[in-house]
């Protein structure tokens, strides 16, 4: 059995338990006759073939595929809210979409809901130097946000590896976490206003609010990572940092995971405000890594049980060097780190950061890979990875072939407290899936961590939410549901 | 008339439009019973006489009173949880008070609400030197919470003048701003879990949340800046960043605002990552301030119309003091500054906050004073102030005595977009008033700016929310309201 082909599997037939709600409309000629009134050709496409609508029926895992015959590319908020009134009155179902980048199968349909795709809303709205504030469409690519802002000497307090499809509005959507949390915080403190439109088509707006504003509850926080299931977000202002004029970082190797969380807290102390990333990987991460790369020098001498990347930021060069190498000497004194590196150049800085960056991919090149994201407290963080490896290894799955686990790897941001678990593999199986779940998100729930950490919840993770909330937050969470898409025509199977 | 007797008027006299809501029931011995049985004598103050209880019924500025001849105090969840549970079971209605030192009549009744004051519950619930999460009981003032991160190499990320009294819950049930949101961002984004008591009784916890959790809506937010009117929060946990080595200061004298804003684009550039504060004032601002600390030498050659006090704090005092000595130098060059000086010590630091500290009770010194606290966008952020003073000038109010006003005044968070004014007065009088409201309402709504940055809504805002809200945000905050509390017990008369 081959691991991703060109097409996934139909969710609806992955999934046979779950049927499509009947209280949904099927789709019909005046129903396109409607879109077609209100939309010009370019922001339209209807198909009957899978191939021709295969990038918008399926996610970029290629782990589910929905049947939608039709996609919707509205260029502005009044037409957004033009379709979702149609679709409300009409009982159709509707997802929406950005750049479809989603790991858990939360930006594509499952039976035939209507694609509301948001890349024809590319245009950024305002940008604001003296107070940081930016506003844009949801569309926007988040590589382009960057290239603007960075134009405009500011960055866009967020990346992620998927920087060249994901939308702005989409990883507002699923409160995407990314690699400086760290140090520009959550989008929740961010995010500085919303444009959404209702699934009855109303327009609720706090895009022209300011840094400051205490007049009343804050509505818009509930649509950052609700993963459009109350509402389609069609702008979003948020707050720009300044650009930093300096980078640097450092790799090491370490003994334990202990040593990881008191060089942890020596960077904090040491090198507190410029420090920007501190990225973990385990052994088999960078052994992956390491024959996936292959030919590209490592930057270390040997091999440890645990590699650390460290990142700095800040406005002057010579002063972050100074810290940074003070803390890399005195670190390699006390003999918490094995061993160490500082880049020397900007190439050099981008070789280190390619080896964490090229972890994902080199999991995934084998095949497949099964894939988790949770957060723990620090001192419980990689105790999953391990309790996982030993499960697997002591049913004798891991190995060489023909086993069907390459490596069970663990890596992640400390800082954030967030481990994601890779288990690479030659064949997705019954017999692992069977090992890994519900043990994963059992074990998570015992040390009361949170089973999504950043990827969300999307089709993957419904009906697991009890892992990591009680009883009662899944039942105001349902009443937040009902209470802003009474016909549940938004995203339906998914989340809540 | 005198300002500021020993009581305030009673709120129900000074309001007569304002009604007590006839179905909440009237306390008899029967709840007093109850309360006893559950609670210890120290745990409960009742009493008919207004000066027992003058401390709990009026605000700190003296501005509102209620009646309330019953205080609770309640040591642990479980018993707040039950005296809600009482009080929605018999529409008892309840108003919840921490430091009481909020500046909109949000923390104090109005009419005989029972006061459910959360300061014996004060107990540091843990902290992790790792990660930096601080969790604590909502009751423990915000001194002892500064104390207790410092003692532990950190900082709680937040500071306000009134850290000697306001307690941590309140603090996050008001989103309250401060000195530093420019370095560590707002509640939203720092606040990790609540514990909260809803209007039912029924606790919802998200305190051992940790840094990232997607797992669905973020309930959470909803209570920060809630002041009190959807859920009693009994517990937070909040990430606390690593104290800073170094701190400095520069206190300078410019020209025009829009200096100012060249200013504080040309610091977040320069000194970035360890700015952490940047304040300005107007002339009269500093003149009230001259008087008041009269004697202290001021700290610069000349007056001027702004002045600008700018804060860095890092992890290394050598590095920071260079780029804070470099910026000063560039910026007296090229004539951004008119005059400028800069921290020699510790001392010095502080006798230069002094200055930005005392604005306040400089301006409240002369009897009174009219309080306004307002976000706009940074080009528009001083001229809300030059337009009150015209309107009053032009009325003849402004002068030496008997003229009832002293001084119209500006100051406040460049930072973040906010602005304080104040209007130093000898005596209240309906003329200023009948000036001010709906003047600066309207004059903000007209700029797209907040009624409330930072102060929050309470009693004296309650009904100005749709000069910075829209119908259907209002609407939809109304939705929350009566959804978490049905029969509208909790802190009633206030807020939507």
């Given at each position: 059995?081959?691991?991703?082909?060109?097409?996934?599997?139909?969710?609806?037939?992955?999934?046979?338990?779950?049927?499509?709600?009947?209280?949904?409309?099927?789709?019909?000629?005046?129903?396109?006759?409607?879109?077609?009134?209100?939309?010009?050709?370019?922001?339209?496409?209807?198909?009957?073939?899978?191939?021709?609508?295969?990038?918008?029926?399926?996610?970029?895992?290629?782990?589910?595929?929905?049947?939608?015959?039709?996609?919707?590319?509205?260029?502005?908020?009044?037409?957004?809210?033009?379709?979702?009134?149609?679709?409300?009155?009409?009982?159709?179902?509707?997802?929406?979409?950005?750049?479809?980048?989603?790991?858990?199968?939360?930006?594509?349909?499952?039976?035939?809901?209507?694609?509301?795709?948001?890349?024809?809303?590319?245009?950024?709205?305002?940008?604001?130097?003296?107070?940081?504030?930016?506003?844009?469409?949801?569309?926007?690519?988040?590589?382009?946000?960057h290239q603007f802002l960075s134009d405009h000497?500011?960055?866009?307090?967020?990346?992620?590896?998927?920087?060249?499809?994901?939308?702005?509005?989409?990883?507002?959507?699923?409160?995407?976490?990314?690699?400086?949390?760290?140090?520009?915080?959550?989008?929740?403190?961010?995010?500085?206003?919303?444009?959404?439109?209702?699934?009855?088509?109303?327009?609720?707006?706090?895009?022209?609010?300011?840094?400051?504003?205490?007049?009343?509850?804050?509505?818009?926080?509930?649509?950052?990572?609700?993963?459009?299931?109350?509402?389609?977000?069609?702008?979003?202002?948020?707050?720009?940092?300044?650009?930093?004029?300096?980078?640097?970082?450092?790799?090491?190797?370490?003994?334990?995971?202990?040593?990881?969380?008191?060089?942890?807290?020596?960077?904090?102390?040491?090198?507190?405000?410029?420090?920007?990333?501190?990225?973990?990987?385990?052994?088999?991460?960078?052994?992956?890594?390491?024959e996936y790369l292959k030919g590209m020098p490592f930057p270390l001498q040997n091999h440890h049980n645990f590699y650390v990347l460290i990142e700095t930021s800040g406005s002057n060069k010579i002063h972050d060097d100074e810290k940074l190498h003070a803390f890399l000497s005195s670190a390699l004194d006390s003999k918490l780190l094995s061993e160490g590196v500082m880049a020397k150049d900007k190439a050099d800085y981008e070789r280190l950061w390619t080896w964490r960056k090229s972890v994902p991919p080199a999991c995934n090149s084998y095949g497949g890979m099964y894939k988790y994201d949770m957060s723990l407290q620090l001192k419980d963080l990689y105790s999953v990875s391990e309790a996982v490896t030993k499960r697997l290894n002591e049913a004798g799955l891991i190995g060489d072939a023909p086993k069907p686990i390459v490596k069970s790897v663990g890596y992640g941001h400390v800082g954030d407290g967030n481990i994601h678990l890779n288990i690479a593999v030659r064949e997705f199986t019954k017999e692992i899936e069977g090992l890994l779940e519900p043990f994963v998100y059992e074990y998570i729930a015992s040390k009361k961590g949170s089973i999504s950490a950043e990827h969300g919840v999307g089709f993957h993770k419904k009906g697991h939410l009890h892992y990591s909330r009680s009883d009662i937050e899944i039942r105001f969470m349902k009443d937040v549901k009902n209470h802003y898409d009474p016909n549940g025509i938004l995203n339906p199977y998914k989340y809540i």
């Open positions: 059995m081959t691991v991703q082909p060109s097409f996934a599997q139909l969710t609806a037939e992955a999934y046979p338990k779950v049927k499509r709600n009947s209280s949904f409309k099927v789709i019909d000629s005046a129903d396109k006759d409607y879109f077609r009134s209100i939309l010009s050709k370019d922001e339209i496409i209807e198909s009957q073939s899978p191939e021709e609508l295969a990038s918008f029926n399926q996610d970029w895992m290629k782990k589910y595929r929905g049947q939608s015959n039709l996609v919707l590319f509205p260029n502005s908020t009044e037409k957004v809210s033009k379709i979702m009134k149609y679709c409300n009155d009409n009982k159709l179902a509707v997802v929406p979409q950005g750049g479809n980048t989603d790991l858990v199968g939360a930006s594509v349909p499952v039976f035939d809901e209507i694609i509301l795709s948001l890349k024809n809303m590319n245009k950024v709205r305002d940008f604001d130097p003296v107070s940081g504030t930016f506003k844009c469409d949801a569309g926007v690519v988040m590589r382009d946000a000497d500011h960055i866009f307090p967020l990346d992620l590896p998927s920087r060249n499809n994901c939308h702005v509005g989409g990883v507002v959507s699923t409160n995407a976490g990314g690699l400086n949390l760290l140090r520009y915080g959550s989008l929740h403190g961010n995010v500085l206003g919303l444009e959404v439109v209702l699934p009855n088509g109303e327009i609720i707006s706090s895009i022209n609010a300011l840094r400051k504003d205490n007049t009343g509850y804050d509505l818009k926080q509930l649509f950052i990572g609700a993963e459009g299931t109350i509402g389609v977000i069609t702008g979003v202002s948020i707050l720009a940092a300044a650009k930093p004029k300096a980078l640097n970082a450092i790799f090491c190797g370490i003994d334990s995971f202990d040593t990881v969380q008191d060089l942890f807290v020596k960077a904090k102390g040491e090198l507190s405000e410029i420090l920007s990333a501190f990225e973990f990987m385990d052994r088999g991460s960078i052994e992956c890594t390491v």
